[in-house]
């Protein structure tokens, strides 16, 4: 199990590469959702990018999109206007490793439901599922409330 700090007073645990738990403080919740669910500020980049690639190819990518992405990043290829500082406004090239970016971003991602696969279209798409699961979650606790 890796247990990775996040800013403030956030920790995601990350157990098998699959589940992931998310432990917040919600008196210091940032504005910025990827902020919340990764670990660290370059996966939170290369997940922003992802979602932007996502919303360019009308909320779709196929395997071999998804792949070429990934490999663009792998190799330094990738050029991109990030909204993180000192890099605001400027174009720059992002680099992140192939295997972490499936590991690390694009498994996750599809474990929480934020981007599913259509196995018969063959498709990944950005997914409202996440949302759908933080109200059953919230539903669950006022259950157990009760």
């Given at each position: 199990?890796?247990?990775?700090?996040v800013y403030?007073?956030?920790?995601?645990?990350?157990?098998?590469?699959?589940?992931?738990?998310?432990?917040?403080?919600?008196?210091?919740?940032?504005?910025?959702?990827?902020?919340?669910?990764?670990?660290t500020?370059?996966?939170?980049?290369?997940?922003?990018?992802?979602?932007?690639?996502?919303?360019?190819?009308?909320?779709?990518?196929?395997?071999?999109?998804?792949?070429?992405?990934?490999?663009?990043?792998?190799?330094?290829?990738?050029i991109?206007?990030?909204?993180?500082?000192p890099?605001?406004?400027?174009k720059?090239?992002?680099?992140?490793?192939?295997?972490?970016?499936?590991?690390?971003?694009?498994?996750?991602?599809?474990?929480?439901?934020?981007?599913?696969?259509?196995?018969?279209?063959?498709?990944?798409?950005?997914?409202?599922?996440?949302?759908?699961?933080?109200?059953?979650?919230?539903?669950?606790?006022?259950?157990?409330?009760?």
């Open positions: 199990m890796d247990i990775l700090p403030n007073r956030y920790f995601v645990f990350l157990v098998g590469g699959a589940k992931m738990v998310i432990l917040f403080d919600r008196f210091n919740l940032p504005d910025d959702i990827f902020e919340i669910i990764f670990a500020k370059q996966q939170k980049i290369v997940a922003k990018l992802l979602i932007k690639e996502l919303k360019k190819n009308k909320n779709r990518m196929t395997k071999t999109e998804m792949s070429n992405f990934a490999t663009l990043l792998h190799e330094g290829n990738y991109a206007e990030i909204d993180e500082a890099y605001i406004g400027k720059v090239r992002v680099s992140y490793n192939k295997r972490q970016f499936y590991d690390r971003i694009l498994t996750p991602m599809k474990a929480m439901g934020l981007i599913e696969y259509d196995l018969y279209k063959k498709v990944y798409k950005i997914s409202d599922s996440f949302n759908k699961m933080m109200i059953k979650i919230g539903l669950m606790w006022l259950r157990e409330i009760r």
